[in-house]
C-alpha cells in the first residue's frame, strides 16, 4: 500500500553536501539517463535540500524494510564516491531526521536497490520542475510503495 511521503525540511545550516557531493547524490539516486540532466543543474540550496531528503528517504525506509535476509550484492556496484558519501553522511546526519535508523545503523549506512528505483521513480518530476523554477513552492512529496522483490534477494548499496 502506498503511503504519501513529504521530504524533510532543512535549515541552511543543516544543509551537509556542497554541489559535486549533491550531484553525487542525484546520480545515485536517478537514473543514468537523467545523468545529463543532473549535471546541467544549477546546484542551489534548494537543490541541496532536495538531494538530502532523497537520500534521508532513501535510508530510512531501507531501515524500516530491515535487514532480515541475506543481502544480495550484484556485479554492479555503485561508484566509491557514492559509498564515500554514503557513509559520511550516516557519521553527520542528525539522528532526529530519520524514524526508522538508529546511531548503530548510520555507521554502516545501506539503502535498498529497490528503495532507490522506486524514490527514482516517484521523484522524477519534481527534480524537473525543481531544476526549471529553482526552487519548488512546497515541500516535494510522493505516494511511496516499497515491495520487496519477490524472488526474495534484495541488492544494498552501502
Same mark, same amino acid.
Not at 538531494?51 to 554492479?76: H, K, M
Given at each position: 500500500?502506498?503511503?504519501?511521503?513529504?521530504?524533510?525540511?532543512?535549515?541552511?545550516?543543516?544543509?551537509?553536501?556542497?554541489?559535486?557531493?549533491?550531484?553525487?547524490?542525484?546520480?545515485?539516486?536517478?537514473?543514468?539517463?537523467?545523468?545529463? &540532466?543532473?549535471?546541467?543543474?544549477?546546484?542551489?540550496?534548494?537543490?541541496?535540500?532536495?538531494?538530502?531528503?532523497?537520500?534521508?528517504?532513501?535510508?530510512?525506509?531501507?531501515?524500516?524494510?530491515?535487514?532480515?535476509?541475506?543481502?544480495?550484492?550484484?556485479?554492479?556496484?555503485?561508484?566509491?564516491?557514492?559509498?564515500?558519501?554514503?557513509?559520511?553522511?550516516?557519521?553527520?546526519?542528525?539522528?532526529?531526521?530519520?524514524?526508522?535508523?538508529?546511531?548503530?545503523?548510520?555507521?554502516?549506512?545501506?539503502?535498498?536497490? &529497490?528503495?532507490?528505483?522506486?524514490?527514482?521513480?516517484?521523484?522524477?518530476?519534481?527534480?524537473?520542475?525543481?531544476?526549471?523554477?529553482?526552487?519548488?513552492?512546497?515541500?516535494?512529496?510522493?505516494?511511496?510503495?516499497?515491495?520487496?522483490?519477490?524472488?526474495?534477494?534484495?541488492?544494498?548499496?552501502?
Amino acid at each position: 500500500m502506498a503511503q504519501y511521503k513529504q521530504l524533510r525540511k532543512f535549515k541552511k545550516e543543516e544543509l551537509i553536501f556542497n554541489e559535486e557531493e549533491t550531484r553525487i547524490i542525484l546520480k545515485f539516486i536517478f537514473e543514468p539517463a537523467d545523468h545529463g &540532466f543532473i549535471e546541467s543543474l544549477n546546484v542551489n540550496d534548494a537543490v541541496k535540500e532536495f538531494a538530502q531528503g532523497l537520500l534521508i528517504e532513501a535510508i530510512d525506509a531501507s531501515y524500516a524494510v530491515g535487514f532480515v535476509e541475506a543481502i544480495f550484492r550484484s556485479t554492479t556496484n555503485p561508484t566509491k564516491g557514492e559509498i564515500k558519501i554514503l557513509k559520511s553522511f550516516g557519521k553527520k546526519a542528525a539522528i532526529h531526521w530519520f524514524k526508522h535508523a538508529t546511531v548503530n545503523d548510520l555507521q554502516d549506512v545501506k539503502v535498498y536497490e &529497490f528503495v532507490r528505483l522506486e524514490i527514482a521513480r516517484r521523484f522524477r518530476s519534481p527534480l524537473r520542475i525543481l531544476a526549471s523554477t529553482a526552487s519548488l513552492k512546497k515541500q516535494p512529496g510522493a505516494f511511496l510503495a516499497y515491495n520487496k522483490p519477490s524472488n526474495g534477494l534484495s541488492k544494498a548499496w552501502g
